[in-house]
Each structure stands twice: as structure tokens, then as C-alpha cells.
């Protein structure tokens, strides 16, 4: 089958409404009927949309790259124009754990509100944002993040726990380096 055709056949398949959204392989999509995809998305191989529940909205001309693991069970926001490398993880969802007698297994889950990445963020190889983070617009989340709070608008983080080390400056209209 052309590459056309199977990506006009996945998009009906996983019920997606949005238009010329290209698939590669081996993709592991689960309750497509609670995801929305916008246009001129990208899903690269192996990425992995894991719905339990909830519900994730991607938005247009976004970037899943290979091996991106989705795990939703509350809400997942991904905006428009999003960069994800490969091997990104997001989450909106921890394990419950604080009754000691009972096992972390049989405690469900605990959410922390929906998980929000602003538009026009480009998101570094092997990051991952935990739940209920909001990333602001335009930010860099560097290679390896952990990114456990929420980001401002205009700021490049890293490490683990990631901390801001750049910003859009508005006054001076540059980027400028942020010390603790
Ligand atoms: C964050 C990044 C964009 C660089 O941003 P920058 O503003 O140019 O940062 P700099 O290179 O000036 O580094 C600033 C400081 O952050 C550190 N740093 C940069 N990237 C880092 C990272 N990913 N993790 C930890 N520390 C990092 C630098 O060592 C430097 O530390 P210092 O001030 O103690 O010397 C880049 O390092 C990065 O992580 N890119 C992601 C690459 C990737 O995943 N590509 C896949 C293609 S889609």
C-alpha cells in the first residue's frame, strides 16, 4: 500500500479527525477514540500513545518522535508546533503509595491535573515530563530532562530535577542566561 493510502487508512482506523497526518511503523496506539490529532502531524516508528481513560489532544503540525511513550490517564495537551525528539517520555499520571499497608499495586492512581505542553516547544532526546507539569510556549526542555514543575513561557531547562538556565528577555529582546 502507498505511503498515502495507509495514512489516510490509519487516521479513519484510530477515528483521528485531523488532515495529512503521516504514520511510519510499528506504532502501538491505544483508544484512538480518546485521542484528537490535529493536522500535519508527524508519528514517528515505535511511538507509543498509552490511553487508560483519558484523554490526549495533539494539536497541528506537531513532531511524535521515535520511540515517544504517551501515558495518559487524565489529560494530555500537546499544542501546536511541538518538537519531540526521540525516546521522549510524558506522563499525567503516578502510582498512589502513601497507605504502607497496602500494596503501590492495588492503590490506583494519582493525578496532579492535566499535562501541558505549550505551543512551539521543542523537547530534547530522552526527556520526560511528569504529571501535571505545564511547559510554557516556546521553551527548550534539554536533552535528559526530568522535568518535574512547571516552565514559563520562553525558557530553555535542563538536567534532573530541570532548572531554567536560559530566557527570553522581552526589554532587551534576547535570550539570557538565568543563574541560580
Ligand atoms: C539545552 C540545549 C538546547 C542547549 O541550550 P543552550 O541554551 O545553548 O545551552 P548551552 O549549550 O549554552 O549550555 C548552558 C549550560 O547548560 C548545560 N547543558 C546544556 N545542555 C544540557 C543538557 N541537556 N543537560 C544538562 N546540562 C546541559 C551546559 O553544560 C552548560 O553548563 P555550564 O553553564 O555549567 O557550562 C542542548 O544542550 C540540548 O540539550 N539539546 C537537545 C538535543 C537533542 O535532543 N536533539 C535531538 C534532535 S530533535
Given at each position: 500500500m502507498c505511503h498515502k493510502l495507509r495514512n489516510k487508512f490509519l487516521t479513519k482506523w484510530y477515528g483521528?479527525?485531523?488532515?495529512n497526518i503521516r504514520f511510519r511503523f510499528h506504532l502501538d496506539i491505544h483508544?484512538?477514540?480518546d485521542i484528537s490529532v490535529g493536522d500535519d502531524v508527524f508519528i514517528d516508528d515505535y511511538?507509543?500513545?498509552?490511553?487508560?481513560g483519558g484523554k490526549l489532544e495533539i494539536g497541528n503540525r506537531v513532531v511524535i518522535g521515535k520511540m515517544n511513550r504517551i501515558g495518559c490517564q487524565n489529560h494530555i495537551i500537546i499544542e501546536d508546533d511541538v518538537i519531540m525528539a526521540p525516546h521522549v517520555h510524558i506522563t499525567d499520571r503516578d502510582h498512589e503509595?502513601?497507605?504502607?499497608?497496602?500494596?503501590i499495586l492495588k492503590q490506583g492512581m494519582r493525578f496532579k491535573g492535566p499535562t501541558i505542553i505549550g505551543r512551539e516547544t521543542w523537547i530534547g532526546m530522552f526527556a520526560q515530563v511528569m504529571a501535571g507539569v505545564k511547559v510554557g510556549k516556546h521553551c527548550v526542555i534539554g536533552a535528559g530532562c526530568i522535568v518535574t514543575k512547571d516552565i514559563p513561557d520562553y525558557c530553555v531547562v535542563v538536567g534532573n530535577p530541570a532548572k531554567i538556565i536560559r530566557k527570553y528577555d522581552e526589554i532587551k529582546s534576547e535570550w539570557v542566561k538565568v543563574n541560580d
Open positions: 483521528f479527525k485531523g488532515k483508544r484512538g477514540q511511538a507509543e500513545f498509552y490511553v487508560v503509595f502513601r497507605d504502607i499497608n497496602t500494596s
